[in-house]
């Protein structure tokens, strides 16, 4: 008991320093699984983007390959 009332200040800041340290880890456990969901949802759009501009992409092919069929029809 002599040690507890000795020394109860330095007990009190390891406690408060243990619970700041848990504190700390379930926030940084929550900030890791929000980058993650951040990197997933870029990476989603990216894969839209890169999917509308393929399409621009093979519209813009065909209708080449329809202009050029219909010039050798011409001739």
């Given amino acids: 008991m002599n040690f507890i009332q000795e020394y109860w200040e330095q007990i009190a800041v390891i406690g408060f320093a243990i619970l700041a340290l848990i ?17 997933s949802r870029a990476t989603y759009i990216d894969v839209v983007r890169l999917k509308a501009e393929m399409e621009v992409v093979n519209r813009n092919i065909t209708s080449l ?6 010039l050798i029809k011409k001739d």
Avoid at 24 to 39: P, Q
Avoid at 65 to 70: L, Q
């Fill in 23 to 39: 504190r700390m880890k379930f926030e940084l456990d929550s900030l890791k699984k929000d980058v993650a969901d951040l990197n």
């Fill in 65 to 70: 390959w329809d202009k050029f069929n219909s």
